[in-house]
Antibody, heavy 122, light 109 residues
Framework: EVQLVESGGGLVKPGGSLRLSCAAS????????MNWVRQAPGKGLEWVSS????????YYADSVKGRFTISRDNAKNSLYLQMNSLRAEDTAVYYC???????????????WGQGTLVTVSS | EIVMTQSPATLSVSPGERATLSCRAS??????LAWYQQKPGQVPRLLIY???NRATGISARFSGSVSGTEFTLTISSLQSEDFAVYYC???????????FGQGTKLEIK
């Protein structure tokens, strides 16, 4: 069974840092572009960042560029999101999501992890 | 940046009736559009990709169509489990710049 499990969320003060992890199983992790998507409480979905299968291509939404860093460890089947200089508006559930087809770039997302909540508040 | 605009924000429909949800792209995305369903406290679930292709395991009551930059998700004969929030997503850009619509809440009338 294909599975994505996020961890690392929690409460952090404005200006603080947090590192999210996403553990993948049930598929060849090293063959897929991976993404982070977030959803603020009661709001819609916002794409955050993408990383290609071999980490050669990395992209960010303008809202997080320069503050967040996406990375992956294919040997550990894991995806990461290092979040620095956190702001109240970064409060959201953060989902990791796989593109649907191996070796593909821009595609729809399937599956999604269950999400981890990040709360930025003093 | 491609902006996706969904309408209406809320749609009230009776069980057994048909629901029609719209999503408009600010510029051409070809057929590079997906629809997701999200129920309260749950993860988004893929319904449609490529504008009109049902994902694995999705009921035939769900169908997608496109006309230019206007995309439509139709749910025929609504069942209780269909009441949820629906999001469209374009994946046409390169380099990747995914954008989602703001969502349509489908509620029981």
């Amino acid at each position: 069974e294909v599975q994505l499990v996020e961890s690392g969320g929690g409460l952090v003060k404005p200006g603080g840092s947090l590192r999210l992890s996403c553990a993948a199983s049930g598929f060849t992790f090293s063959s897929y572009t991976m993404n982070w998507v977030r959803q603020a409480p009661g709001k819609g979905l916002e794409w955050v960042s993408s990383i290609s299968a071999l980490s050669s291509s990395i992209y960010y939404a303008d809202s997080v560029k320069g503050r967040f860093t996406i990375s992956r460890d294919n040997a550990k089947n894991s995806l990461y999101l290092q979040m620095n200089s956190l702001r109240a508006e970064d409060t959201a559930v953060y989902y990791c999501a796989r593109v649907a087809i191996a070796a593909a770039g821009t595609l729809w997302f399937d599956p999604w992890g269950q999400g981890t909540l990040v709360t930025v508040s003093s | 940046e491609i902006v996706m605009t969904q309408s209406p924000a809320t749609l009230s429909v009776s069980p057994g009736e048909r629901a029609t949800l719209s999503c408009r792209a600010s510029q051409s995305v070809s057929t590079n559009l997906a629809w997701y369903q999200q129920k309260p406290g749950q993860v988004p679930r893929l319904l449609i990709y490529g504008a009109s292709n049902r994902a694995t395991g999705i009921s035939a009551r769900f169908s997608g169509s496109v006309s230019g930059t206007e995309f439509t998700l139709t749910i025929s004969s609504l069942q209780s489990e269909d009441f949820a929030v629906y999001y469209c997503q374009q994946y046409n850009n390169w380099p990747p710049w995914y954008s989602f619509g703001q969502g349509t809440k489908l509620e029981i009338k």
